[in-house]
């Protein structure tokens, strides 16, 4: 039971254009949402983070949108650069029960083309 | 550098054997939390501990078992080790014991043949 998806395993953009890299989720529960870049041989690293009483956050080149009803949040990057090529992840987390969940999704893969 | 550390880098080790790792946290973080990436696998969480107690669980087998010392280094036991295991793990820190921002390590590739 994936909780957390994020659709597209990969995705290309030309230097200078806009990222959108996308994630849902299906537990109501969950009440904060991040996002993480990843290099190869290197661990994650946060990118920027959004609570559910928020729609959107933004923070330098990089804003993150969520859509409560849609249970979808996306991370824009503008403009994209070369090193912005990584994998990125989404996360959630909440309470439910008294118990702390904490999902990753499986990653998007950007390619930024110079 | 994220400030957290992750000893071994590397670890190759037979079925049936038992490893420990281990993560030092970044200075003045009191969470520790670690996670298992499989080959094309999302990171999975596997437990957190803050200020020397469990404080959640995910998906932790129950051959696994950490603990985090007064000094606020973490170890990760497993043990009875299966070809499945292998994996990449990774430790994080955080400041506080909410699922926020976390600065992970580098990892622990662990090769079970």
């Known amino acids: 039971d994936q909780q957390v998806k994020q659709n597209s395993p990969s995705l290309s953009v030309q230097e200078g254009r806009i990222s959108i890299l996308n994630c849902d989720y299906t537990?109501?529960?969950?009440?904060?949402f991040l996002w993480y870049k990843k290099y190869p041989a290197e661990g994650p690293t946060f990118l920027i983070s959004i609570s559910s009483i928020k729609d959107k956050n933004e923070d330098g080149r990089f804003t993150v949108f969520l859509n409560k009803s849609a249970k979808h949040l996306s991370l824009h990057i503008v403009p994209s650069q070369p090193g912005d090529s990584a994998v990125y992840f989404c996360?959630?987390?909440?309470?439910?029960?008294?118990?702390?969940?904490?999902?990753f999704g499986t990653g998007t893969r950007l390619k930024v083309l110079a | 550098d994220s400030g957290v550390t992750q000893t071994p880098k590397h670890l190759i080790t037979a079925t049936g054997q038992r490893v420990t790792l281990r993560c030092s946290p970044r200075s003045g973080d009191l969470s520790v939390y670690w996670y298992q990436q499989s080959l094309d696998q999302g990171l999975q969480f596997l437990i957190q501990y803050y200020n020397g107690e469990e404080r959640a669980k995910g998906n932790i087998l129950e051959r696994f078992s950490a603990q985090q010392f007064p000094d606020l280094h973490s170890e990760l036991n497993l043990s009875s080790l299966e070809l499945g295991d292998s994996a990449l793990y990774f430790c994080?820190?955080?400041?506080?014991?909410?699922?926020?921002?976390?600065?992970f390590g580098p990892g622990t590739r662990l090769t079970v043949t």
């Open positions: 996360a959630a987390s909440g309470i439910t029960s008294g118990t702390y969940k904490y999902i």
């Open positions: 994080a820190s955080s400041v506080d014991d909410r699922f926020h921002e976390q600065y």
């Open positions: 537990n109501s529960m969950f009440d904060y």
